[in-house]
């Protein structure tokens, strides 16, 4: 290699290495820009997904009435959201980042046995719910929920039903589901898919999948998809399907969403991050975005969110080792 080429090599590398380093510090120590002027919303997720969805709509109305200047989206894709947990709890201090959280996050800390929880972090606000919808393809003999469950019971090992994840929030409804009608949710076929699970259930590889409402309303209203129960404790609106809880099945779990703080903010921080929470919620967009994405409005703050997320975590447990996971 020529001098001037090499010269020019390790120069390259000088800069390179002094660059990464910079953002490394000023990732790690938020710069000078406080949550108002400057403010970045983690999708710990892939985009495309139900978070990166959550997150951009959350940047769109932040934006849409100037609530902060500058509003960001950073995808942490990975492990059901603990990936970017695990990053978020070593950001200590960091006042201009929120990472958005829910229910999806709290069976995969559980199954993972993960250091970092949302008692590492500071829980900031819940914002919104959506709900999953269990479904059987078009041409399926099962016409109700009652039709199901007695199958079900009578062969739970045979019995398939399609989902995301270990642990992911359709696994837990699983399980919940089972538990309710006499069944031990260890022995529920339940076929995690990391990918698209609406593909098997569309096929008839299994017998039934539990997703999402959001992500088949569409094959729904085509009529691809037929709806048995939704997981909602009331019909969901726009939407004519019945509740698991009007069809004599006692189970209701929220696909909860909302924002949590780097652990070591301030009393003030927080309570600055809550203010644009609260401001952000209250913007036309989000209201549209509500009605648009078929979210349900639970906003919750302060000691109700805290009392709230205790309850989660210890029923999310208690079902994650009912599935003998």
């Known amino acids: 290699m020529k001098q001037s080429t090499l ?15 910079a953002v490394v ?12 002027s400057k403010l970045t919303l983690m999708a710990p997720a892939a985009p495309g997904g139900g978070w990166d969805g959550f997150a951009r709509e959350g940047q769109q109305a932040l934006k849409s009435e100037g609530i902060v200047n500058n509003a960001q989206v950073v995808n ?12 978020f709890v070593q950001m200590p201090g960091r006042h201009d980042m929120l990472m958005a959280t829910g229910a999806a996050m709290v ?4 199954l993972s046995k993960s250091d970092a929880d949302f008692t590492s972090v500071e829980m900031i606000a819940r914002v919104a719910d959506d709900y999953s919808v269990l479904v059987v393809p078009a ?44 069944i031990d949710p260890a022995k529920a076929n339940y076929i995690a898919y990391s990918g698209d699970a609406i593909a098997a259930i569309l096929s ?21 998809l037929r709806a048995l129960a939704v997981s909602s404790e009331e019909r969901l609106p726009g939407a004519d399907v019945p509740t698991f809880i009007e069809q004599g099945v006692d189970a209701y779990m929220a696909n909860w969403r909302g924002y949590a703080a780097a652990p070591g903010v301030t009393q003030e921080q927080k309570q600055e991050f809550v203010d644009i ?20 409005d639970n906003f919750m703050t ?24």
């Not at 942490?76 to 990053?87: D, R």
């Not at 088949?216 to 209203?221: A, F, H, K, P």
């Not at 929470?277 to 349900?296: F, I, K, M």
């Open 204 to 224: 008839g590889t299994t017998d039934a999948g539990i997703t999402g409402y959001n992500e088949v309303s569409d094959l729904i209203e085509a009529g691809q």
């Open 139 to 182: 041409n399926s003999p099962y016409e109700t929920l009652g039709q199901f469950v007695e199958d079900w019971k009578a062969d739970p090992g045979g019995t398939s039903i399609a989902g995301g994840s270990l642990g992911s929030i359709d696994h837990l409804i699983t399980g919940l589901v089972a538990e309710e009608i006499g």
């Open 302 to 325: 302060g000691e109700e969110f805290e009392a709230f997320i205790a309850e989660e975590l210890a029923r999310t447990r208690d079902i994650v080792e009912g599935l003998g996971l």
């Open 25 to 36: 510090n000023a990732a790690s120590s938020g710069g000078e820009a406080t949550a108002r």
């Open 76 to 87: 942490v894709p990975g492990a059901g959201g603990t990936i970017g947990l695990s990053q």
């Open 7 to 21: 010269k020019k090599a390790l120069y390259g590398g000088v800069v390179a290495v002094v660059t990464a380093l």
């Open 277 to 296: 929470v609260t401001e952000l919620r209250d913007t036309e967009h989000w209201q549209s975005a509500l009605e648009r994405n078929r979210w349900v």
């Open 107 to 110: 069976g995969a800390v559980s």
